[in-house]
């Protein structure tokens, strides 16, 4: 079976830090494009960051930059979400997605329809 499944998410106060994972397994992600999108209620979902499997290439939501890091573990094949300074604003559902191309432009990546894949989600709270 094909699946995303996130953890690490939970309640923390401003200024916290969080490190969410995302395992995959069920097929090869090595030639995949991998993303953290988030949700609020009533909204879209936000990209927040994407990491290119193959080459570790990185690209950031201007709201998170500078305060939160994708990377990937292979041999665990493993996405994770570095959070650090988290502000009440950043509290949403926080999912992970992948897709197979990647070689694609930028804004490519940035909209949640290029995705086939996701995981259920896990909540991020950051109270004030």
């Known amino acids: 079976q094909v699946q995303l499944v996130e953890s690490g998410g939970g309640l923390v106060q401003v200024g916290a830090s969080l490190r969410l994972l995302c395992a995959a397994s069920?097929?090869?992600?090595?030639?995949?494009?991998m993303a953290w999108f988030r949700q609020t209620p009533g909204k879209e979902r936000e990209f927040v960051a994407r990491i290119i499997w193959s080459t570790g290439s990185t690209f950031y939501a201007d709201s998170v930059k500078g305060r939160f890091t994708i990377s990937r573990d292979n041999a665990k094949n493993t996405v994770y979400l570095q959070m650090n300074s988290l502000q009440p604003e950043d509290t949403a559902v926080y999912l992970c997605a992948a897709q197979t191309a990647t070689d694609r432009s930028i804004a490519y990546y940035v909209s949640s329809r290029r995705y086939d894949l996701w995981g259920q989600g896990t909540q991020v709270t950051v109270s004030s």
């Open positions: 069920g097929r090869t992600f090595s030639n995949s494009a």
